[in-house]
């Protein structure tokens, strides 16, 4: 018997190497992939094949021209077809498992390249965001969140993508989307770890933060919902007497509800606010917003507050950056916030700011306002969806063209595998 090894690009080639030199009466042993030129060079297959060239032995009888009986040969001529029909039973199932390997093989060869191609998309999504090494830290920094919590929510978003990832042809059919998954669920499970309640019958909430962001019109907000929809009794104060305005701003919004309002400037007048407004179901405070540098707001604040119940929310722009945020959050520390309001989410294009008051800040999110309109343009927060929108303003940023090439060459292999 002659055995020999052929090795070809494809397994339809090394098959015609066998047929040209062995004849179509060989038989194929088995298959594998190699790589001829080292570890790093091309995948090409290896097939085994075997042809039996021993010369058939003498025949007796009739055949040998000596004369034999009928009964002999016919049992000679049984032998000889069982022994081909064995022979070509044998054949037959040995290149229905060569046609099964070989799609085996170019499936497997066609996953590679998938693997290839999430590797391009992920690559190419890295450099898009001008980042470092890491694809999560990447986005997380490109969304302007604060570094301290890049490190946390980086780490773990890679190891639920690890996690993710355990099936490689999964993993190849997800491609960079596995990845805005992984992330996208941690960011939701971080901004949902808190939850705000909301406040109880005869709760006081005070309103504070910057200049711009947004308290008066969201205090008006607060108010109308708990005066018109919920049928509260509601009163509320302003501190806000250094702004040009802002009490007249405030009054008219009051008088549209239907809620008395006080205007304050001391501890005094506060109290008799508070005396007035001591039945009513809610009593919400506004208050001016100053210069970081001015300290005797937040002392004057305090006095007013310390004889009373006062749940403290602090207003942050949803487009505040991450060091000005840090800046707030020391300013406003003493008054002890007990959560957030994220003001004009529809006018930022980066919202890391609302990563960094949950994650920095260690405080839930208790409202997101997102235009004027009044009581309309308030709504308490969906953790998923906020964490999708941060990934998404940073991913929309990548070259769309490149992009859709690269992901049109991904579809096509995702077909073919099936």
């Known amino acids: ?52 060239d021993t ?178 009794r509601v009163g509320l104060i302003t501190t806000d007497t250094y702004r040009v305005g802002a009490v007249e701003q405030l009054r008219h919004y009051a008088d549209l509800i239907g809620v008395p309002v006080e205007s304050v400037s001391n501890s005094d007048e506060f109290a008799y606010a508070m005396n007035r407004f001591a039945r009513y179901d809610l009593v919400l405070i506004d208050t001016a917003g100053r210069n970081p540098s001015d300290s005797k707001q937040i002392s004057g604040l ?16 949803a487009a505040t950056r991450s060091y000005e945020l840090q800046e707030i959050l020391a300013r406003y520390a003493a008054l002890k916030p007990a959560a957030t309001i994220v003001t004009k989410y529809d006018e930022a294009r980066v919202i890391g700011a609302v990563v960094n008051t949950v994650v920095l800040g260690q405080m839930p999110i208790s409202f997101v306002t997102m235009g004027q309109r009044v009581p309309e343009d308030i709504t308490r927060p969906r953790p998923m969806a906020i964490a999708q929108r941060v990934i998404d303003t940073v991913m929309q940023f990548a070259g769309p063209s490149l992009r859709r090439a690269v992901e049109a060459e991904y579809s096509e292999l995702e077909r073919a595998v099936g």
Do not use: C
Request: aromatic share 4%; glycine share 8%.
């Open 55 to 232: 010369p058939p032995a003498p025949l007796k009888g009739a055949f040998a021209g000596q004369g034999m009986g009928g009964a002999e040969s016919k049992h000679e001529a049984e032998v000889m077809d069982l022994r081909l029909k064995t022979l070509r039973n044998e054949i037959r199932g040995l290149r229905e498992d060569l046609r099964v390997e070989e799609v085996e093989v170019a499936r497997e060869m066609l996953v590679d390249q998938l693997e290839g191609v999430r590797e391009i998309l992920a690559a190419y999504s890295l450099k898009s965001v001008g980042g470092n090494a890491d694809w999560f830290a990447s986005i997380l920094e490109n969304a302007d969140v604060a570094p301290e919590a890049v490190t946390v929510l980086a780490d773990r978003a890679r190891a639920r993508f690890q996690e993710m990832a355990t099936d490689s042809i999964a993993a190849a059919k997800a491609g960079v989307s596995i990845q805005m998954q992984a992330l996208g669920e941690v960011l939701g499970e971080e901004l949902g770890r808190q939850r705000y309640t909301g406040p109880a019958r005869n709760k006081i909430v005070a309103l504070v933060g910057p200049t711009g962001a947004g308290k008066t019109t969201t205090v008006a907000k607060l108010a109308a919902n708990a005066a018109l929809v919920r049928k509260q």
């Open 1 to 52: 018997m002659q055995v020999k090894k052929y090795v070809a690009k494809t397994m339809q080639e090394a098959l015609k190497q066998v047929k040209e030199d062995l004849g179509s009466d060989a038989i194929i042993f088995g298959s594998r992939q190699i790589r001829s030129k080292g570890m790093f060079g091309p995948t090409e297959i290896e097939v085994t094949a075997a042809i039996d």
């Open 302 to 317: 305090m006095e007013m507050f310390e004889q009373y119940d006062v749940e403290v929310h602090l207003a942050v722009p």
